[in-house]
């Protein structure tokens, strides 16, 4: 009988041995650097607030804390578009999801 053994491997080498592996790392590279690159154009007392979210196609999500994070993020959105497509990036649009943690939902009863 053989025994198999199951050692880790590390990340970046999984996703590199399985396509849609690989493609969930490189959409997941891309969201953070576009985050990255309009970092500077969001309020500094946003920025904590504000996450990278999914990419569909040339459609892109930013995941934000609340209700109120999201209402001053939609303000600047023409600005954050503008800035993405200037450095490269084919944006039509960018959208806002309210993102609900775990510690923040009401205890059930």
């Known amino acids: 009988m053989t025994t198999r053994r199951h050692l880790p491997i590390p990340l970046l080498q999984a996703t590199q041995g399985t396509p849609a592996l690989a493609r ?3 959409l997941s590279q891309d969201s953070s650097a576009r985050l ?3 970092e500077s ?3 500094s007392s946003l920025r904590p607030s504000v996450q990278a979210g999914p990419i569909d196609g040339s459609n892109w999500c ?3 804390d609340n209700n109120a994070v999201a209402a001053k993020i939609r303000q600047i959105l023409p600005a954050l578009e503008s800035h993405l497509r200037v ?5 039509t649009s960018i959208r806002i ?3 609900i943690s775990r510690d923040r939902r009401p205890a059930a009863t």
């Open 87 to 91: 450095k490269g990036w084919e944006i």
């Open 24 to 26: 969930l790392m490189e």
């Open 62 to 64: 930013l995941l934000v």
């Open 36 to 38: 990255k690159a309009i």
């Open 97 to 99: 999801k309210v993102q």
């Open 41 to 43: 154009l969001i309020p």
